[in-house]
DNA sequence: ATGAAAGCGCTAACAG
DNA sequence: CTGTTAGCGCTTTCAT
């Protein structure tokens, strides 16, 4: 019968004992080939081969007390904006000969305090993207792990930050300069750092603008909120939307669509690219595309950054948005119109806030 | 100085020497709690609670054999496709109390080869989504690990399928039920496993029938793809269209509203669902709705099966399809029409195949 | 340049 | 019920 699978394999001293070499010098053969004389060195390593030898990381983890692990937590598997990320990070860890250790702390904080606890001694670090982690609770955390977020900004953490503001000051910018003077502004959920992020940069870019813009929500950044957004929207007469995500800026588009309101003559909507949309490219709407996947190489580096060098202090990485301006933003219907100071407007309404970007 | 972060977590005998017990003891406290004095057991986990002591996976799986860690793989991490069968997956591995090693072989059958090669030695088995690898090479690395496939069947491994055969089935009748005699379809990447399935079920369901059946592609399931097809699904004068993935069937939308074709009106759509728009619901779109998330927790729940005897033999699941009709689906414009066996044409046209669901 | 030996944190017999 | 004793596979002084 056959036993099992993994029941035997190959360890260090098969391995030494068919080379006529003590399990020292396999395993340095390995770590510091620089260290054993070229032709051992060349015996082991072909013995090694031929017995298929593949040292085991548990065993030395326990010795070296690296694992040459890496965790990754994120907040929701289901989400693109996260498997893009993922992708980064997964492809960077790899380059670095790291493997990722993945877990989706689905939207709670409490799991996701379990999940770091559990993962903490198989891995050398870990990053937590969108965590939804308190302050007081993240900064417990990174006592005894060594921590990068993405998406949130916490003091002495290692961060890679994505930038909504400018996002936000893109897209703006761009519907001014088309002739938009009344503009709404779809948020997504009131807890999410970077919905924060959008409304500093919004505020900011519209201080001292002759621009009125209207701030509606929070939304759940779901398509359905979208679609409800849309008449809000129109309710208040603005001739542009900026949504919280492409998602919802979809949710838009199709509402529009149902009250033959037509985009973007009509009105003009641009999304947050959640990178849902990527493979198709989404030809009809304007958005700020986000660098996802190099934000979560970032974050694998500097993990690694800090594991190579736990002295030193933390980065903070802040990564560019980018405005893709296709066909979904236009001129107003009527050129200009009102010309009011920047106000804003108390939430409407209230959604239950899930996925976030 | 802080001296680094994990460098002095606390060992099993640590707590021994607080809890006046010996290593085995707490071992045995963690283990199996039934051979220990309540009394004992008590006073030995508090410790263990008071010292925030975690046993160490990588030493207990140096002696016990076991990682109690489970290795994914998916072809593309950006595919939102295998982002459901991973969030179901993943889930079900943290129920049993397992760990998910997660890699992206990027549609490189040598990388994927290498990857599972690499993580064989942390985990107890492995599963593989839509693998590229050759029936050859899956059998060879069935030979010392644990496999599960997904998406593929192979001999003597167990497999979790998604019956794209009966979807296409239900896509079928639903089409014919409401008229539509002159049917196409169009096709994802060659060498795509689910494609050849649903091909399959297309022949089948056509046999016997008084439908024509028109073949298209090739494709890569893009949306561009879909575009392009759209075009000659239009010109070969079909009334409804299949596509083999969401993305293509809103690619065909996309191209049948820019050229003025009404849909359903002129037209009919069905995509299958690639989880793709997930979130939005697709609500244009009626399409085959596969059961990923649950794939994906079946998948897990099958290696456990095999993990735990060892001996049994291999299970292949079929979860079924689901089609979701929706408003892309209507009778056709002029009633029936000519009525002709089922035919199929020759692949039209060769476009690289990337991602394939 | 290489080997011997100790030990990383844990579990698995085997005694008691 | 609990302690003792060996290792698991590897790295790392310390010798040689």
Redesign the pocket.
């Given at each position: 019968m056959d036993r099992g699978k993994g029941t035997s394999?190959t360890?260090?001293?098969d391995v030494a004992r068919r080379a006529?070499?003590?399990?020292?010098?396999v395993?340095?053969a390995?770590?510091e080939p620089g260290?054993?004389?070229q032709?051992?060195l060349t015996r082991v390593l072909a013995v090694a081969e031929e017995l298929r030898y593949r040292?085991?990381r548990a065993?030395?983890s326990?010795?070296?007390g690296k694992t040459g692990n890496i965790g990754v937590i994120v907040s929701d598997l289901g989400n693109p904006f996260f498997s893009a990320i993922l992708k980064g990070g997964q492809a960077r860890a790899r380059e670095a000969d790291h493997a990722v250790f993945l877990a989706d702390a689905e939207e709670n904080p409490r799991l996701e305090m379990e999940l770091v606890r559990a993962m903490a001694r198989q891995v050398d670090g870990v990053v937590i993207c969108s965590s939804r982690l308190s302050e007081a609770q993240l900064q417990q955390l990174r006592k005894d792990t060594t921590l990068v977020l993405v998406n949130r900004r916490v003091s002495g953490v290692s961060a890679v930050l994505l930038d909504g503001a400018g996002g936000m000051r893109q897209a703006i910018e761009h519907l001014e300069a088309l002739g938009h003077k009344r503009i709404g502004f779809l948020g997504g959920p009131a807890e999410s750092w970077s919905n924060r992020e959008r409304r500093r940069g919004l505020r900011a870019v519209a201080r001292g603008r002759s621009l009125e813009v209207i701030e509606f929500g929070p939304f759940a950044p779901q398509f359905e909120a979208g679609q409800h957004a849309a008449d809000l929207a129109v309710a208040a007469e603005v001739t542009a939307v900026v949504a919280f995500n492409d998602l919802m800026a979809l949710g838009v588009l199709s509402r529009l669509a149902d009250r033959g309101i037509g985009v973007p003559h009509e009105i003009s909507v641009v999304g947050f690219d959640n990178i849902l949309m990527a493979g198709m490219a989404t030809p009809q709407l304007t958005t700020v595309a986000l660098p996802l996947e190099q934000a979560g190489r970032v974050a694998i580096e500097l993990l690694l950054e800090q594991l190579a060098q736990p002295g030193l202090g933390t980065h903070e990485e802040s990564l560019p948005a980018q405005l893709i301006v296709r066909a979904s933003t236009a001129p107003p219907p009527n050129g200009v119109r009102s010309g009011m100071r920047a106000t804003r407007t108390e939430p409407l309404q209230e959604t239950n806030a899930v996925a976030e970007s």
């Open positions: 394999a360890s260090i001293r006529n070499v003590s399990s020292a010098t395993s340095r390995f770590a260290l054993v004389r032709e051992t040292p085991s065993a030395r326990l010795t070296t």
